[in-house]
């Protein structure tokens, strides 16, 4: 059974980065899917960050191009998320999940993590 | 906004049926990319209802089904029941994302 679980601070400073990671168990990291972040504001609908294959191609929303970097460390099994110059906009629940290159769905999702950008 | 419509909100007695729309434009469901939907129950997270627009993965009821065509897609919901109250969103490639885009989402009230 693929489990996905987010890690990382649950407040951040503006302006600072926001830094996430998710370890993956069950199933191989290097297998042919994309290991994707979506993030959901509080009360809110649901937005693609950006995903990561295993051979470290990326792919990323492009209204957040500019501020986020992901990165995947297959030995540890877990891949990144840091998201930089955070404003309260990006206060939201951080979920990981995994999609299928062909379709682009997400079968796995872990079980969020709630992250507030507040001084 | 989201590029992919959904009603806010519908609603249903138990036992009835109820769909949800999706609409696109031809970057995405129009494009030919499949839809796929997701269930979010309160304080939870997406859990994939349909995928590939008609496919329902292992353990998911067949009172759930999905459709599409042309630039818009649907999720039709029969016998509901008071479990299926959530928040329900369609998702389909866009090309002009070069990735995944959801709707806004639908909340599906059991009257």
């Known amino acids: 059974q693929v489990q996905l679980q987010e890690s990382g601070p649950g407040l951040v400073k503006p302006s600072e980065t926001l830094s996430l990671t998710c370890a993956v168990s069950g199933y191989s990291i290097r297998s042919a899917y994309y290991w994707g972040w979506i993030r959901q504001p509080p009360g809110k609908g649901l937005e693609w960050i950006g995903s990561?294959?295993?051979?470290?191609?990326?792919y990323y929303n492009p209204s957040l191009k500019s501020r986020v970097t992901m990165s995947v460390d297959t030995s540890k099994y877990q891949f990144s998320l840091n998201l930089s110059s955070v404003t309260a906009a990006d206060t939201a629940v951080y979920y990981c999940a995994r999609s299928k290159p062909v379709g682009w769905y997400f079968d796995y999702w872990g079980l969020g993590t709630l992250v507030t950008v507040s001084s | 906004q989201s590029v992919l419509t959904q009603p806010p909100s519908v609603s249903g007695a138990p036992g009835q049926r109820v769909t949800i729309s999706c609409t696109g434009r031809?970057?995405?469901?129009?494009?030919?990319?499949?839809v796929h939907w997701y269930q979010q129950l309160p304080g939870t997270a997406p859990k994939l209802l349909i995928y590939a627009n008609s496919n329902r993965p292992s353990g998911v009821p067949d009172r759930f089904s999905g459709s599409k065509s042309g630039t818009s897609a649907s999720l039709a919901i029969t016998g509901l029941q008071a479990e299926d109250e959530a928040d329900y969103y369609c998702q389909s490639y866009d090309s002009s994302l070069s990735g995944p885009l959801f709707g806004g989402g639908t909340k599906l009230t059991v009257l």
């Open positions: 031809n970057s995405n469901i129009g494009g030919g990319y499949d």
């Open positions: 990561i294959y295993h051979s470290g191609s990326t």
